[in-house]
């Protein structure tokens, strides 16, 4: 049961599903401009929700919120769902190459500080505080230009990749 959900001859890519899985929100460059788009899957109609760019979109776990990264800037951004005005969340993180390193969580965002001063951290932003806390110091630099932090819905889990630079030469025998 294979079929298109978004259509024309437009990118279209990093979608989300919205949390009560109606909606899928996706980057689309249709307008000329990397932003937010909701396609309804109950009825396939499409609306753009950003103006001023967006990308990486995820619904709040309420379902009132969808927080984005953008391509080409640092910060996370936040819109209602229903749309409206974009709002800044969080400044100068996670970085232009690192615009998938982030996570929404009930009580916040887990992101990447890529250029921390001692080693890339892992920092939550508190949305009752509005502050930024280190969680943990990595040992190396994540892989950029991918979305590679995830976290659970209560935020007491997070999962993150890192490319280990090594060089290997392997075999595999008996292999048919």
């Known amino acids: 049961n294979l079929h298109a959900i978004t259509h024309g001859d437009s990118d279209n890519y990093v979608p989300s599903w919205s949390r009560d899985g109606k ?3 996706f980057t ?5 401009k990397r932003q937010i788009w909701k396609h309804s899957l109950e009825n396939g109609s499409e609306k753009p929700l950003t103006e001023h760019g967006g990308f990486s979109p995820f619904e709040s776990y309420d379902g009132r919120t969808i ?3 953008k391509f080409d800037e640092p ?3 936040s ?5 409206g005005r974009e709002s800044v969340v ?6 232009v190459n690192y615009w998938g390193h982030w996570a929404v969580t009930e009580s ?4 990447l500080d890529a250029d921390a001063e001692l080693r890339p951290t892992i920092e939550f932003y508190s949305f009752a505080t509005r502050r930024i806390t280190p ?3 990595l040992e190396q630099k994540p892989s950029a230009w991918q979305s590679s932090l995830s976290a659970s819905r209560d935020g007491r889990t997070v999962f993150y990749s890192q490319t280990d630079p090594q060089s290997v030469i392997k075999m595999v025998e008996n292999f048919r």
């Open 28 to 32: 689309s460059i249709r307008t000329g």
């Open 23 to 25: 909606s899928i929100y």
């Open 135 to 137: 969680v943990l110091a």
């Open 67 to 69: 927080y984005y990264s």
């Open 90 to 95: 969080v400044t100068g993180k996670p970085q």
């Open 79 to 83: 819109i209602p769902a229903s749309g």
């Open 108 to 111: 916040g965002l887990y992101l």
């Open 75 to 77: 910060g996370i951004w």
